[in-house]
């Protein structure tokens, strides 16, 4: 299967996203969120640098939870910041 390449839109969404998760994670370890999320710590580092800008829903969810964001609050800042 080929992939689409991303629209610089794509990507800065991705990028917005990965600040938003690093700046809610705080102090807290990486290997502390992504385990609480179900994911790998790598996910997790790929996500916040904007290296899987298009990460799938539940991933997202499940960091949400772990940080204890609203999916409407992610929403607003992330997607919805570039408009």
Known sequence: M??????PEERERGERL???????????SMVD????AGLSA???????TGRAPTPA???????ARALGLSMDDLA????????
């Open 2 to 7: 080929v992939r689409t390449p991303l629209t």
């Open 42 to 48: 790598e996910t997790l580092r790929k996500i916040e």
């Open 33 to 36: 969120v992504a385990a609480s």
């Open 76 to 83: 607003l800042r992330c997607v919805l910041a570039g408009v």
């Open 18 to 28: 990965g600040r938003l998760l690093r700046e809610a994670r705080g102090g807290r």
């Open 57 to 63: 829903f539940f991933t997202v969810a499940a960091l």
